[in-house]
């Protein structure tokens, strides 16, 4: 594994754990708001962000790799519509990263950690699906 790839794996961990954080915690914050079924999203994608932090951590493992338990900025607060916001935000900066990380992991001939990554940008671009569906934007 290039330090490259080590570098972006852990920059994936800190994200994957910083949103499973931000999208937990906005499930938890967000109980006095009317909108029940926006909550209980947050919760659902809080719990696969979580799953992907694991699934990455484990590959950098294997790779022989060090991962970071060191989350990204979490974003949390503000009105309904601005946690949203930004998580569409987030959604968008790891289909940016997870791009960047198939394309390198291709080039090394990693075929397992970019198949993971394939995998992984499927949830993410689902996940900014569903964000832009709450927020009624497309
Ligand atoms: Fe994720
Ligand atoms: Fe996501």
Redesign the pocket.
């Known amino acids: 594994m290039s330090k490259d790839l080590n570098d972006s794996l852990n920059q994936a961990i800190a994200r994957e754990i910083a ?1 499973s954080i931000q999208y937990m915690w906005q499930h938890v914050m967000g109980e006095g708001i009317e909108s029940p079924g926006v909550l209980e999203v947050f919760k659902k ?1 809080a719990i ?2 979580m799953k992907h932090a694991e699934a990455i951590a484990e590959r950098l493992d294997f790779l022989g790799g060090i991962p970071t338990t060191k989350p990204d900025d979490i974003k949390i607060g503000g009105s309904l519509q601005k946690m949203i916001k930004d998580d569409i935000m987030a ?1 968008k900066d ?1 289909i940016k990263l997870y791009r960047d990380i198939i394309a390198l992991a291709n080039k090394e001939t990693d075929i397992v950690t970019r198949k993971l990554f394939e995998d992984i940008l499927v ?2 671009e689902g ?1 900014l699906a569903e964000f832009q569906t709450l927020l009624g934007k497309k």
Do not use: L, M, Y
Request: aromatic share 0%.
């Open positions: 949103v994608i696969v962000e959604e790891a949830d993410e996940h």
